[in-house]
């Protein structure tokens, strides 16, 4: 290997990048020396669909040595499953082969509903790092087939395109039949949407673009009480806005967004390293949205066999926020305090989860909740004698101007504008540069949503998902 690392070099310094379990166990020993007569460790980055073998999932093998008719984990959907086909990449065909060494890019056939970010391995074994898109899903469309009759070959695709582009993210409601895709824009998923009348063969219709808002806090929070259905728990906890630094380091992945089960040290030095107390770090039991749920008790006894359901319960509020049921973010949650009931059989899940639910979303409520937009960064291109009109454009979408470079007959400008002012924008920017400009999304980032708008936009999406007041 001339112009890249030598896999047997790399993996002593990626594994402990890309994988958070113990380096000193036999798995970990063996990843970091790409040993192919150690434990299977194969990642998973991508699904592709091959006409006569169906799903091949493309990855790299860290570990040991794949074979035909192997048996193997996948410790995300925590199952097993056979090895139909192994074979390895020469540009863009597939040679078959009989078995592969770790240290290869390779294709396997037969892992049966995987996805991209899974960790398959020959024992069960902690998951490596979720691979992170560059921009989050801001724009969701519903979709539904033409004829009813297709209903179950929609559902079958629209499973089949998520597993093929991660960046796009399919929601599927059994109960109430909505299936929804969510991606970078609305470019993103009319491609998407031609992929599946073209590609697939399938007639399909879809609702108006709707944009998908945050929500956070504004200041910490007094102490919000939860309590079970039967009235025999009790859950307290606290919120306050996430510090900038933490949230920041979650954002670049230099935290990981996981459930920490054991000491962590690596999580718990970069926290201190911000100005955590090293108690308040080691007590850190999930992160999770750019957000982290801290267990700030003490003495309770039986809190290890609820902390799951405190997790899970965490979890569904950060998808899910007090003001309109959008995704949460940059929030520091505290459970301060619980009073359980000694029997197990009256602190299950029915009991733990709304009570954790409630407290937490009355905390977000006393914290001044806020709704974030989705801002995007714009580099828009074209003649500079279109900077008026340009100009005009960006104004009227509530959108900034960041920067602009002439260079002799041609202008660059640098612009943010809230994605809900970009539906149409391909469109109008033709309209006003007769067809000579262009522009590409740079980054993204979340604002708060002008006061002004506030309450209007919260009315809309709550109207839209049918919540009632109380809700």
Known sequence: ?????????????????????????????????????????????????DKHAGEVAAGRLFSGTIKQGQELYLNLAKKSVRIQQVSIYKGAQRLLVDEIPAGNVIGVVGLKDTFAGETVSSIPMEAFEAIKHIFEPVITKSIEAKKTADLAKLIEILRQVGKEDPSIKISINEETGENLMSGMGELHLEVIENRIRSEKGLDVLTGKPIVVYRETIQ?????????????????????????????????NNEIPEITIKKKDDAI??????????????????????????????????????????????????????????????KIRVDLTDCKLHEDAIHRGPAQILPAVRDAI????????????????????????????????????????????????????????????????????LRSATEGRGAFFVVDQIFEKLPEELQLKVIKQIRERKGLTENQ
Not at 3 to 15: C, F, G, S, T, V
Not at 223 to 240: D, I, T
Not at 276 to 302: C, E, F, M, P, Q
Not at 303 to 325: N, S, T, W
Request: proline fraction near 6%.
């Open 1 to 49: 290997i001339q112009h890249h690392p030598n896999p047997i070099e790399a993996q002593k310094y990626r594994i402990p990048k890309l994988w958070h379990g113990d380096l000193e166990s036999v798995e970990g020993k063996s990843l970091q020396s790409c040993d192919p007569t150690g434990p299977v460790a194969f990642v998973v980055t991508k699904i592709v669909v």
């Open 219 to 251: 200041k910490g929070s007094e102490e919000a009480e939860g309590k079970s259905p039967n009235k025999h728990n009790k859950l307290y906890f606290k919120v306050r806005p996430l510090e900038d630094n933490v949230a920041q380091s979650i954002k």
């Open 268 to 329: 718990v030095q970069k926290l201190v390293s911000f100005g955590y107390d090293t108690k308040d770090a080691r007590n850190v039991k999930d992160i999770y949205r750019g957000s982290i749920l801290v267990d700030s008790t003490r003495g309770i006894v039986h809190i290890g066999e609820v902390m799951e359901l405190v997790i899970e319960g965490f979890h569904q509020v950060l998808d899910a926020g007090p003001l309109a049921r959008e995704p949460g973010f």
């Open 361 to 428: 979303r009355e905390a977000m409520r006393n914290a001044k909740a806020v709704l974030f937009e989705p801002i995007q960064v714009l580099q828009i291109e074209a003649p500079s004698n279109y900077m008026g009109d340009i100009s005009k454009l960006i104004q009227n979408k509530r959108g900034q101007l960041l920067d602009i470079i002439q260079e002799e007959e041609h202008i660059t400008i640098k612009s943010k504008m809230p994605v809900a002012e970009m539906f149409g924008l391909s469109s109008e």
